[in-house]
């Protein structure tokens, strides 16, 4: 039997996300079953783990999982939809709902995989089944591997479920508006702050912000330091197809200098987009792909989603450090008020690596270059 304890450190270069260790546990190849007991989790972070994550979404249409999720607090009706979705779109998905009346808070986190050749791995530590329990926050967690007969204690788990088989059912109506009370009471509270009301009952339900889930999961634009680290990049048209401009290739000094990650593995690249109106894109989750025909390495994005490639230039990508492997960017294109600025910037620097002109710079000297730009105020 080996033992691991491990701490998810968004500060530290050497940490591993609870995310990606069940992704590296994916990347096996071997697991049949994933099984989990969550206290919560978030409709966002259930597309991000199961629908967009590509080695997670393989294992779906193969494996089986299995979740109890619980409805004491965080959970909205959003990821009860989401799960029943889940549950309909794949054979081996199969989530069902802890309905506590029993104590003050339903809370545990703990995973268990299983293999074909008979290993057993407990992943057990405190962070909730959302992105920042995931991959944001700083989290201890245990991971604890062997044989059935090792980890005989596992037996737990299944007496655990059949001594509350009653509490455990099915996603139903009951259970939406359960979780729904949730993410009215989040939304009252945040919308109660942020007017500096006393009374809640002066906050009608209507009133009431929809996107909840970016209370839960927090973005990680909440989390710029002083000072980071900046890429300044010109983006290559990709063999000029439509829209595959979009899967920007770096080259090898970059991915070791910059983003700090090893492409074709369980890290991922986290990514926020910020538009020239300073609103944020979508959270995207993205793995570093090596390609063998062309030796570069591509991190897709989501921003400037069906445009074609310019004609007039190279696009140029800025990306801001926030954490490790977590970035905010911009994707700037020719006629866009910075681009000359950035242009001009690249031409007069010494290149990364081979290829196009990529530069690491710093967020206070991008801010000389662009005295506006949204990466820094």
């Known amino acids: 039997m080996d033992f691991q304890f491990k701490i998810q450190d968004p500060s530290n270069p050497n940490t591993t996300y609870i995310l990606e260790e069940i992704i590296r546990l994916v990347q096996r190849g071997d697991m049949t079953r994933w099984s989990g007991i969550y206290s919560s989790t978030t409709g966002k972070t259930l597309a991000k783990v199961f629908a967009e994550d590509p080695d997670i979404n393989a294992f779906l249409r193969s494996g089986n999982v299995d979740l109890v999720i619980g409805l004491d607090a965080i959970t909205t009706d959003y990821a009860l939809i989401k799960l029943s979705e889940l549950n309909?779109?794949?054979?081996?998905f199969a989530s069902r709902v802890f309905h506590n009346d029993i104590c003050d808070l339903f809370h545990p986190k703990v995973s268990h995989f299983e293999f074909a050749n008979g290993e057993h791995i407990l992943l057990v530590g405190s962070g909730n089944f959302t992105m920042t329990g995931l991959q944001t926050n700083i989290e201890a967690y245990t991971i604890t591997s062997g044989s059935l007969e090792e980890i005989a204690s596992i037996s737990v788990w299944d007496e655990f479920l059949q001594f509350h088989n009653t509490r455990i059912r099915e996603i139903d109506a009951e259970a939406?508006?359960?979780?729904k009370g949730n993410r009215i009471r989040f939304a009252r509270k945040k919308k109660l702050i942020e007017a500096e009301i006393e009374a809640e009952e002066e906050v009608a339900e209507e009133e009431i912000q929809e996107e909840v889930e970016e209370i839960i999961d927090i973005p990680i634009a909440a989390r710029l330091?002083?000072?980071?680290r900046i890429l300044i990049a010109q983006v290559p048209a990709a063999g000029g197809e439509f829209g595959r401009w979009r899967q920007i290739h770096y080259n090898a000094a970059v991915i070791e200098h910059f983003f700090h990650a090893t492409a074709n593995s369980h890290q991922r690249i986290f990514l926020k987009e910020v538009r020239l109106d300073g609103t944020l894109g979508p959270d995207e989750q993205r793995p570093i792909v090596y390609s063998d025909s062309n030796k570069n390495y591509k991190i897709e994005v989501s921003a400037r989603l069906g445009l074609g490639y310019p004609n007039n230039g190279r696009p140029i990508i800025v990306l801001r450090e926030v954490g490790v492997r977590n970035f905010l960017y911009m994707l700037i294109l020719p006629g866009d008020a910075p681009y000359d600025s950035l242009a001009t910037y690249l031409d007069e620097q010494e290149s990364v690596g081979k290829g196009l002109k990529r530069v690491i710079t710093d967020?206070?000297?991008l801010k000389k270059i662009w005295d506006d730009c949204p990466l820094v105020e």
């Open 176 to 179: 939406i508006q359960k979780a």
């Open 363 to 365: 967020s206070n000297h």
């Open 225 to 228: 330091s002083e000072n980071s």
């Open 88 to 92: 309909l779109n794949y054979d081996g």
